[in-house]
């Protein structure tokens, strides 16, 4: 194993993300595999999230004491600077000094003659701390929460014109709190009692989700996958929210089952612990390497009633009209629903590609609305809060399918709604799940029941 210490590896992580547009998050991966000690792949990952996420906060509060713009440094100062500004401003426990050094020393054997404006800059930083003069909230406020949060700024519009600046406020906020890890037990094979006293053993601080009950909130898990636990199959993991389709779908035991777009594999396991292994699970994806993802989560989780296979959504080939009792759409988003998730998700999106997608949502739900039996049900399921894609698909949906009925979500959630607007949406046959309201991924689903007209 490669003997870097962990700013280091978070270092050349942000450089990838940067130089080649990857996925933090799959580089994370990877680089994770070859770190032993807990404490310092908890440390790379803190590193790497907080960095990326913070990065338009980090890049205003360094400009302020630069006289070259940022853009005109090489990219691995660029990335130093960041991620030792991250840890002034963000990280507490990480002693200032510590802090400082470990980016001087960083720069020197990278970009040498750039060593002494890295050390003047980042004491320019810690003096002055969070005593930064923002824009005004109240004149600018797109750049106000741009910077102040680190969200981009057609973002931020969109959310605006939506919330209104207080909310818009608390979303973004929510966006950059530490995203929690949330697993589903496996209850082909534990309890959800078994599984926690289990990872207890292992040494795994975890505790028992409120809403869903399946899930559990682990605290300081380390490396999953050398988990005993793991290994055996007693669980995966799936964010809270995520967790919610298989119950408002809830499919019963030799029920034929479509998942038009199933990778990698998460909702359609889930709809297989519900139907106790039995029954069929026809699960689509239109990427065939990612095909590969579903069978592996199968096999470990010991479910054999799911039949992958490479296919667009859109057409669904080899399936009959009216063949399935449960039918679902998780449909392909924007994702933005899950940036805190995904600390890079929210430079990568733009606009115009949001303004694509509902004809895809609604094209692929179309189909897979043909092949819905008479008295069968149908869920449509995304992980983003644009109402583009949320309510107006729906909308057009309902508006080209007469013969889908709403299905009330309170008869079929597996927990109780507070906010009566959540409750008259809910009765409609729809839920939109806001983080900085609900405390979990942003997230919408929608029930329809194929009935004559």
Not at 161 to 170: D, H, I, V
Not at 348 to 366: S, Y
Request: glycine letters at 6%; hydrophobic letters at 40%; charged letters at 25%.
């Amino acid at each position: 194993m490669t003997n870097l210490a962990p700013r280091e590896r978070a270092v050349r992580i942000l450089g990838r993300v940067d130089e080649e547009q990857a996925y933090a998050n799959l580089l994370l991966q990877r680089e994770l595999q070859e770190v032993e000690d807990g404490r310092d792949r908890q440390l790379i990952t803190l590193l790497v999230n907080g960095t990326l996420k913070n990065r338009l906060t980090l890049d205003y509060a360094l400009r302020r004491h630069l006289r070259t713009p940022l853009s005109a440094l090489p990219h691995e100062v660029r990335w130093i600077l960041r991620i030792s500004a991250f840890q002034l401003l963000f990280l507490s426990k990480i002693p200032a000094p510590a802090a400082i050094n470990e980016g001087v020393e960083m720069t020197k054997p990278r970009q040498g003659k750039y060593t002494g404006l890295v050390n003047g800059v980042l004491h320019k930083v810690l003096h002055d701390g969070w005593n930064i003069r923002w824009p005004n909230s109240g004149k600018e406020a797109v750049r106000y929460l741009s910077v102040r949060y680190s969200h981009p700024e057609w973002m931020v519009k969109r959310w605006l014109k939506r919330y209104g600046l207080e909310e818009t406020e608390a979303l973004c906020q929510a966006n950059n709190e530490p995203a929690l890890l949330w697993i589903r037990t496996n209850t082909l094979k534990v309890t959800r009692e078994e599984l926690l006293n289990n990872l207890q053993q292992e040494g795994v601080q975890a505790r028992l989700g409120e809403r869903v009950p399946e899930s559990l909130i682990l605290e300081n898990s380390g490396a999953l996958d050398r988990l005993k636990c793991f290994q055996e199959g007693l669980f995966t993991v799936q964010d809270e929210s995520s967790q919610l389709v298989a119950h408002v779908l809830d499919p019963r035991p030799g029920e034929r089952v479509l998942d038009s777009c199933a990778a990698p594999g998460g909702k359609t396991t889930h709809l297989a612990q519900k139907m106790k292994n039995q029954g069929e699970i026809l699960a689509f994806d239109i990427h065939p390497q990612k095909v590969g993802l579903i069978v592996q989560l199968a096999q470990r989780l010991g479910i054999t009633i799911i039949r992958p296979q490479a296919g667009d959504a859109r057409e669904l080939p080899g399936i009959e009209e009216g063949s399935c009792q449960k039918v679902l759409v998780d449909a392909p988003c924007s994702g933005l629903g899950v940036i805190r998730r995904r600390a890079d998700l929210r430079y990568h999106k733009t606009e115009a590609e949001i303004e694509k997608l509902p004809a895809l949502q609604l094209e692929i739900l179309n189909r897979a609305a043909q092949c819905v039996a008479q008295g069968g049900e149908l869920v449509y399921s995304t992980c983003t809060i644009e109402p583009d894609e949320n309510f107006e698909v729906v909308k057009a949906f309902r508006k080209g399918h007469p013969e889908f009925q709403p299905v009330n979500l309170l008869d079929v959630l597996p927990f109780s709604l507070n906010e009566e607007s959540d409750i008259r949406q809910a009765k409609k046959g729809m839920l939109q799940i806001l983080p900085h309201r609900h405390g979990m991924d942003g997230f919408f689903i929608a029930k329809f029941k194929r009935v004559e007209v």
